[in-house]
């Protein structure tokens, strides 16, 4: 057996002029980056076509060569579309596969691409052009996943159920209105995605290796050419940040953690213990030794994956984090974070959206849920308050000691004869039963931002003017 250290290629055509030998497998190895940076080849290809046609329209390569380099640039995007291009890990990474493509392809005029630029600036624009498609996607997916929200929040608008907080029963809300929470989430996460674009979108293209070049390039024309809003300021910035990427990984880790927290939810209402909602078959599994059940894994792997999604952003800002300026090998490492949260994100949402959109809803399991929390008891206390002007410190003694003796005769506030109220506070009168249903309760919440079903559809109607026209 030969160790994996031994074998020696020849030097590498397009930068081992000055190397005797070829690396070693061992560096070969460690320095491929193709099998994962494949994923940018098209937007190399339009960031090369861009460069080109700059080069052609200053006067620094001539309109034929640009015509040979356009036409086998299109050629290999082709090749690339349709699966036919083979990446070769001794080409090193996806830049150095498409020109030695293309120097196959047209000879000599593909080595005048390269003129005025570097794959440090290269793979800067590549990068941000994938991210900004990605970045679209994800933020289009997010507007269907509301999309799905609002439908089920207008369709549950009066639907009660237990809100919680620390899990326990607190107060009745609307399902309605615990859907819209999440569209306001995910709103936020629309606005730092787009916030991030803003400040991504602008052209590294010219950088060349990190100093700007002497050659007469135009690099407001590259930057139009490519959709930037500008070419980046700073040359030396352009090549060595990475912090657009950052960003995105942070707002997608906010993303993760609010898919998580509703498919956590989800857990809990499918759950035979809850029974709040049912997912269709199709989003479900059953097990292989326990014919009775019903797991919901898509729930279960979104709240999973959003995980990958934060160990992305830590160990892209941890490899940054000690670099001097300006481009290091070790920036070869932001790709795969980058693809992984993407991807990720990709499946999540779209994950996400099809269970929101195909959950059917239990409302009298919600109703049940309720029986013995004592879920009306703020609106007793605002009761006490209203009507006979007790602080409602005192107010809030008094219905504690109302659910206690409730508690004790084992049943609900509204079922409590209105003696037994009487003998914890005389000032207790019929009407008081008005406020005790859970439905009295929801429709009660008016305020701004409430759970009275009039307040969601309301919020519904305006959730879809802002987030979906
Ligand atoms: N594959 C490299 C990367 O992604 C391209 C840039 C290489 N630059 C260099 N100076 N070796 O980082």
């Given at each position: 057996m030969t160790?994996?250290?031994?074998?020696k290629s020849?030097a590498?055509?397009?930068?081992g002029?000055?190397?005797a030998?070829?690396?070693?497998?061992?560096?070969e190895?460690i320095?491929?980056?193709v099998?994962?940076d494949?994923?940018?080849?098209l937007?190399d290809i339009?960031?090369?076509?861009?460069h080109a046609?700059?080069?052609?329209?200053?006067g620094?390569?001539s309109?034929?060569?640009?015509?040979?380099?356009?036409?086998?640039?299109?050629?290999?995007?082709?090749?690339?579309r349709?699966g036919a291009?083979?990446?070769d890990?001794?080409l090193?990474?996806?830049?150095?596969n498409?020109?030695?493509?293309?120097k196959?392809?047209?000879g000599?005029p593909?080595g005048?691409?390269h003129t005025g630029?570097?794959?440090?600036d290269q793979?800067?624009t590549?990068?941000?052009?994938?991210?900004?498609?990605?970045l679209?996607a994800?933020?289009a997916g997010?507007?269907d996943?509301?999309a799905?929200?609002?439908?089920?929040?207008?369709?549950?608008?009066?639907?009660?159920?237990?809100g919680?907080t620390?899990l326990?029963?607190?107060?009745?809300?609307t399902f309605?209105?615990?859907?819209l929470?999440?569209v306001e989430?995910?709103g936020?996460?629309?606005?730092?995605?787009v916030d991030?674009r803003a400040?991504?979108?602008?052209?590294?293209?010219?950088?060349?290796?990190l100093a700007?070049?002497?050659f007469p390039i135009?690099?407001?024309m590259?930057?139009?050419?490519l959709?930037?809003d500008?070419?980046?300021?700073?040359s030396m910035?352009?090549?060595?940040?990475?912090d657009?990427?950052?960003?995105f990984l942070?707002?997608g880790?906010?993303i993760g953690m609010?898919?998580?927290?509703?498919?956590?939810?989800?857990?809990l209402w499918?759950?035979?213990a809850?029974?709040?909602?049912?997912l269709p078959d199709g989003?479900?599994?059953?097990?292989?030794?326990?014919p009775q059940k019903r797991n919901?894994?898509a729930?279960e792997?979104v709240?999973g994956k959003?995980?990958r999604?934060?160990?992305a952003?830590v160990?892209?800002?941890t490899m940054?984090k000690?670099?001097?300026?300006?481009y290091?090998?070790?920036?070869?490492?932001d790709?795969?974070?980058m693809?992984d949260a993407?991807?990720?994100?990709?499946?999540t949402?779209?994950?996400?959206?099809a269970?929101?959109?195909g959950?059917?809803?239990d409302a009298?399991?919600?109703r049940r849920a309720?029986?013995?929390?004592f879920?009306?008891?703020?609106?007793?206390?605002?009761?006490l308050?209203?009507?006979?002007?007790?602080?409602?410190r005192?107010?809030h003694?008094?219905t504690?000691?109302l659910?206690?003796?409730?508690?004790?005769?084992?049943?609900?506030?509204?079922?409590l004869?209105l003696e037994?109220?009487?003998?914890v506070?005389a000032?207790?009168d019929?009407t008081?039963?008005?406020?005790?249903?859970v439905?009295?309760?929801?429709?009660?919440?008016?305020?701004?931002?409430?759970?009275?079903?009039?307040?969601?559809?309301?919020?519904a109607?305006?959730?879809r003017?802002r987030y979906l026209t």
């Amino acid at each position: 057996m030969t160790s994996s250290n031994d074998s020696k290629s020849a030097a590498n055509p397009l930068w081992g002029g000055r190397f005797a030998e070829g690396p070693l497998e061992i560096m070969e190895r460690i320095n491929a980056s193709v099998v994962f940076d494949h994923r940018l080849a098209l937007h190399d290809i339009r960031g090369s076509k861009a460069h080109a046609a700059m080069l052609a329209a200053q006067g620094i390569i001539s309109a034929e060569d640009e015509a040979a380099i356009q036409g086998g640039l299109d050629r290999i995007a082709d090749e690339i579309r349709s699966g036919a291009f083979t990446f070769d890990p001794g080409l090193e990474d996806v830049h150095m596969n498409v020109e030695a493509r293309l120097k196959d392809m047209i000879g000599e005029p593909a080595g005048r691409l390269h003129t005025g630029r570097s794959r440090n600036d290269q793979v800067a624009t590549d990068m941000r052009l994938w991210l900004r498609d990605a970045l679209d996607a994800v933020e289009a997916g997010l507007c269907d996943l509301q999309a799905a929200l609002i439908n089920q929040a207008e369709t549950h608008a009066d639907v009660v159920m237990p809100g919680f907080t620390h899990l326990q029963p607190a107060q009745p809300v609307t399902f309605g209105h615990h859907l819209l929470a999440y569209v306001e989430m995910f709103g936020r996460d629309r606005g730092r995605l787009v916030d991030a674009r803003a400040r991504m979108n602008q052209s590294p293209l010219g950088a060349a290796a990190l100093a700007g070049t002497s050659f007469p390039i135009d690099r407001e024309m590259t930057a139009q050419a490519l959709d930037f809003d500008r070419p980046a300021a700073n040359s030396m910035d352009a090549v060595s940040d990475r912090d657009f990427c950052l960003e995105f990984l942070a707002a997608g880790s906010v993303i993760g953690m609010h898919l998580s927290r509703l498919a956590e939810e989800l857990v809990l209402w499918t759950s035979p213990a809850w029974n709040f909602v049912r997912l269709p078959d199709g989003l479900t599994t059953g097990s292989s030794i326990m014919p009775q059940k019903r797991n919901a894994d898509a729930a279960e792997l979104v709240r999973g994956k959003s995980g990958r999604v934060v160990g992305a952003f830590v160990s892209l800002l941890t490899m940054l984090k000690g670099l001097p300026m300006t481009y290091g090998k070790d920036m070869q490492e932001d790709k795969e974070p980058m693809f992984d949260a993407a991807e990720t994100l990709m499946l999540t949402i779209p994950a996400t959206t099809a269970m929101i959109a195909g959950l059917t809803v239990d409302a009298d399991a919600m109703r049940r849920a309720m029986a013995d929390g004592f879920l009306t008891a703020t609106d007793l206390a605002d009761w006490l308050v209203r009507t006979h002007g007790m602080p409602f410190r005192e107010a809030h003694h008094v219905t504690g000691a109302l659910v206690k003796t409730a508690e004790e005769a084992d049943c609900d506030l509204a079922e409590l004869p209105l003696e037994t109220m009487k003998a914890v506070e005389a000032r207790i009168d019929a009407t008081v039963y008005d406020v005790l249903t859970v439905d009295a309760s929801v429709a009660s919440r008016t305020s701004l931002g409430g759970t009275a079903p009039e307040r969601v559809v309301a919020a519904a109607a305006e959730a879809r003017r802002r987030y979906l026209t």
